[in-house]
């Protein structure tokens, strides 16, 4: 594992697991949000963006945390990643943890409210086209993401699906 890319709807804890996950592998972990949103959440443009992550995405060794719903462009950094982690978490809980955040745009909530519905399905075969090689795992609880963090602290191979 050294190209990591954590996916998943707002309020997952996408961030959250990629620090978890860089402090136990070493590979420095690349929030995505910091590099997309410009002043007062001005989003950047699709081939801005990817051009800014194929810059980092050039780097051998990385966790790239972020999903940036429909202004994404993540074929980019899919292209290099070797193991892709899908946080499939139930409405209730992201709207819960994102709610706890402090205040989002109204973008924001449809793209939570309508994930598994629309953007799930897309991302899903976005990832299958453009990270073929790539370990693809799908945690869809807590007790999903121990048993991942212990396998890779384990240095054991982490199961997907």
């Known amino acids: 594992?050294?190209?990591?890319?954590?996916?998943?709807?707002?309020?997952?804890?996408?961030?959250?697991?990629?620090?978890?996950?860089?402090?136990?592998?070493?590979?420095?972990?690349?929030?995505?949000?910091?590099?997309?949103?410009?002043?007062?959440?001005?989003?950047m443009s699709p081939g801005r963006w990817a051009v800014v992550q194929a810059g980092l995405a050039r780097e051998?060794?990385?966790?790239?945390?972020?999903?940036?719903?429909?202004?994404?462009?993540?074929?980019?950094?899919?292209?290099?990643?070797?193991?892709?982690?899908?946080?499939?978490?139930?409405?209730?809980?992201?709207?819960?943890?994102?709610?706890?955040?402090?205040?989002?745009?109204?973008?924001?909530?449809r793209w939570v409210w309508g994930y598994r519905r629309r953007s799930l399905v897309a991302l899903m075969a976005v990832v299958a086209r453009e990270a073929g090689g790539a370990r693809v795992v799908v945690l869809r609880g807590k007790g999903g993401v121990r048993r991942f963090l212990g396998e890779v602290g384990a240095g054991s191979e982490p199961g997907g699906q």
């Open 1 to 43: 594992m050294r190209r990591v890319v954590v996916l998943g709807r707002g309020g997952a804890g996408k961030s959250v697991l990629a620090r978890r996950l860089g402090g136990l592998t070493g590979l420095p972990v690349v929030e995505l949000d910091r590099y997309f949103w410009g002043e007062g959440l001005e989003r």
């Open 60 to 109: 051998d060794r990385w966790i790239m945390d972020g999903d940036l719903g429909p202004y994404d462009v993540p074929e980019v950094r899919l292209r290099r990643a070797d193991t892709v982690v899908v946080l499939d978490f139930p409405f209730w809980l992201c709207a819960w943890r994102a709610g706890l955040r402090g205040w989002e745009r109204a973008d924001f909530w």
